[in-house]
């Protein structure tokens, strides 16, 4: 398939479908555990999970920081003509980059575990439990990393659906592990935490597969210019790692908020919603992973149109999604509180009003994500970050902050539907902007003289 020259609809189409079944699966490593773990534990379990959350998404967003921020790059030399040799100097550099970032990460992780839980929330009642998960796990963070590092160049390389397959065949396993190892094994959260690794593991040998195909042009180079190219890829992905580290603050500052004012049983509703948002994240994720290998190699080859094509196809696509997630914690709220615990009455009764006031955010969300994706793809990093940044920090955090103050603890839900649609406005605005003007040589002009 040629993302040059064939039917953007059925490239968009062929794509949506490998990257949002990708995204969506990889979702269930955090989903799973935490049903698995409520139902074993209980409402402690759930909130347990919320403490743990912040740690995937540092974790995540790394590894999306030089996936997307290099596969862009590695896909906007490909539509230049650029040879693979030239290419491949942006995965060498993403490569090593996740890689020393990996190691970094895992040595805090497995060192300070503790302490970490603590400032996300912990109490001396849920800490023995998310200890008990993260053991496991912490025994190989840099896998995680590096998938979502592999995950982002296969798409661009050609081979979405390999990438599919991998994360189906972690998801499967970690999701019959779970059963097994919780429930048949009585190993609890432990057992959770031993499914996901060894899921994960799997998805990293059915991703390394790529590299004995006849298809791959994946390889690792001598980078020319190393600092100026890491440079850019974290200049270009930045954005991406500010939507997945904003989870991961965002959650630590629910969770100390929701305790100060609301208490544990709140907590554990939220660390449903921690994880129902990250399937909405993720179903936004697949979205820009499905549009932006088309948008950076057709921007690289200075076809405006067929990013214009793309960019219809990717918005349509996120407002369908976030039509559906809105509706589904509005008018079914407690089904999610029942997949992923054993709620007793006291969740019940309060659970509804959390996810109809908190749900309304999953309405623009997908929107606000794939803008991201599509200012990188034209390199307006200075865009989507700020947008990312206010988004997922500043005026967020600000309202976590702030809104309990004013109006009472119920207004702390209302945090994300506020800053989403403040968000959206610019968005939209600067979608309009980029769209009408779009520029066909200043930024690929910019990126080759940083490569010279």
């Not at 040595?107 to 400032?119: H, K, N, S, Y």
């Not at 549009?291 to 214009?308: D, E, H, L, V």
Request: charged share 10%.
């Amino acid at each position: 398939m040629n993302l040059l020259t064939d039917k953007v609809k059925k490239i968009y189409s062929r794509y949506l479908l490998a990257s949002f079944g990708s995204a969506l699966i990889s979702s269930i490593y955090s989903l799973v555990d935490t049903a698995v773990v409520g139902q074993y534990h209980g409402p402690e379990g759930a909130a347990a999970m919320a403490v743990v959350a912040p740690i995937w998404n540092i974790v995540y967003s790394l590894g999306l920081l030089f996936g997307i921020g290099g596969s862009v790059l590695f896909a906007t030399m490909k539509g230049q003509g650029k040879s693979q040799k030239e290419q491949n100097q942006y995965f060498t550099a993403a490569f090593l980059g996740t890689s020393i970032i990996a190691v970094i990460v895992w040595i805090a992780i497995f060192f300070f575990d503790e302490q970490m839980l603590t400032l996300f929330g912990g109490n001396e009642e849920l800490l023995p439990l998310a200890l008990r998960y993260l053991f496991p796990i912490k025994c190989g963070i840099p896998l995680f990393m590096l998938n979502q590092l592999l995950a982002a160049f296969l798409r661009n390389d050609g081979a979405p659906g390999l990438a599919t397959r991998a994360v189906f065949a972690g998801g499967l396993f970690n999701i019959a592990g779970d059963i097994i190892f919780v429930f048949v094994f009585d190993m609890g959260a432990f057992g959770a935490g031993l499914a996901t690794i060894l899921g994960a593991l799997l998805t990293s040998i059915v991703m390394c597969s790529h590299f004995l195909s006849k298809k791959n042009t994946l390889k690792l180079v001598k980078p020319i210019g190393f600092g100026a190219k890491i440079q850019r890829i974290f200049v270009t992905g930045f954005s991406t790692f500010v939507n997945d580290i904003a989870m991961g603050v965002l959650t630590i500052l629910f969770n100390r908020q929701i305790m100060q004012y609301l208490g544990t049983d709140a907590l554990a509703v939220y660390g449903v919603i921690v994880n129902l948002s990250t399937v909405v994240q993720s179903c936004a994720y697949g979205v820009g992973n499905a549009a932006q290998p088309i948008m950076s190699i057709n921007f690289g080859a200075r076809q405006p149109t067929r990013i214009k094509q793309t960019l219809r196809y990717g918005i349509f696509t996120a407002a369908a999604l976030g039509l559906i997630w809105m509706a589904a914690a509005v008018f079914i709220p407690n089904t999610f509180t029942h997949i992923f615990m054993t709620p007793t009455e006291s969740v019940l009764a309060i659970a509804p009003t959390i996810f109809r006031i908190y749900g309304l955010s999953f309405l623009i969300l997908p929107l606000n994500i794939f803008s991201t994706y599509y200012f990188q793809s034209l390199l307006k990093p200075a865009a989507s970050f700020c947008l990312s940044l206010a988004r997922g920090i500043v005026l967020s955090g600000i309202l976590i902050m702030v809104l309990p103050l004013i109006f009472g603890a119920t207004s702390l839900w209302a945090a994300m539907p506020v800053t989403e649609v403040v968000v959206a406005i610019v968005v939209v605005i600067l979608m309009v902007k980029f769209t009408k003007n779009l520029d066909e040589g200043a930024d690929i002009n910019s990126l080759e003289t940083a490569d010279q």
